[in-house]
């Protein structure tokens, strides 16, 4: 059993940037892929970017390239999304997630992640 929490979220004008923090905890993740998600009431929770288990692969959405950038620090058990730029329709509650398994390919589809923390509120203003 894994245990997520995000935090690092915030109300925000546009054009400012935000550093958003995943803690795992109950076991290592540093074995694991893991993502970023974010999500608005009644709406499909989005792939936003994704980290192999080293850290040296990176995915991410269309949306969000060349202003986030996902990281992660195995010693520390703990993934990173550095957003800057941000817009408006940036706003959504974010979520980071450990996939199922080794993956050679990053996986971007919420069925393939098994943990999710609980999110956290990012909200930009115009």
């Known amino acids: 059993q894994v245990q997520l929490v995000e935090s690092g979220g915030g109300l925000v004008q546009a054009g400012d940037s935000l550093r958003l923090s995943c803690a795992a905890s109950?076991?290592?993740?540093?074995?694991?892929?893991m993502g970023w998600f974010r999500q608005n009431p009644g709406k499909e929770r989005e792939f936003v970017a994704g980290i192999n288990w080293s850290g040296d692969n990176t995915l991410y959405a269309d949306s969000v390239k060349g202003r986030f950038t996902i990281s992660r620090d195995n010693a520390k058990n703990t993934v990173f999304l550095q957003m800057n730029s941000l817009k408006p329709e940036d706003t959504a509650v974010y979520y980071c997630?450990?996939?199922?398994?080794?993956?050679?390919?990053?996986?971007?589809?919420?069925?393939?992640?098994?943990?999710w923390g609980q999110g956290t509120q990012v909200t930009v203003s115009s």
């Open positions: 997630a450990v996939a199922r398994g080794w993956r050679r390919l990053l996986p971007t589809g919420s069925s393939e992640y098994e943990y």
């Open positions: 109950g076991r290592t993740v540093s074995t694991y892929a």
